[in-house]
C-alpha cells in the first residue's frame, strides 16, 4: 500500500504530509516495507494476469 492516499487518525491529516509524530511513523514504516511495499494493487492485478496467462500458455503447449 501506498502512503500518499492514507490519513492519519491521529492528526486527520494525509500521511504522507508528517504533521504529527505517528505520521512521521507510520511514513518510515512503509518506506522501509522493502520490495513490495510501493506495489499498486493495480500492478498486483496486472502481473497475477500476466501469470494466468502464462499458466494457460504453458499448459496449452504441453
Known amino acids: 500500500m501506498t502512503y500518499d492516499r492514507l490519513v ?3 492528526c ?3 500521511v504522507n504530509e508528517g504533521r504529527c509524530p505517528v505520521c512521521r511513523a507510520s ?3 512503509l518506506q522501509e516495507s522493502g520490495l513490495f ?3 499498486t494493487p493495480a500492478a498486483l492485478v496486472a502481473l497475477l494476469v500476466a501469470l494466468i496467462a502464462l499458466a494457460v500458455l504453458v499448459h496449452q503447449a504441453a
Open 37 to 39: 511495499g510501493q506495489v
Open 27 to 29: 511514513r518510515e514504516r
Open 8 to 10: 492519519c487518525a491521529n
Open 12 to 14: 486527520a491529516a494525509p
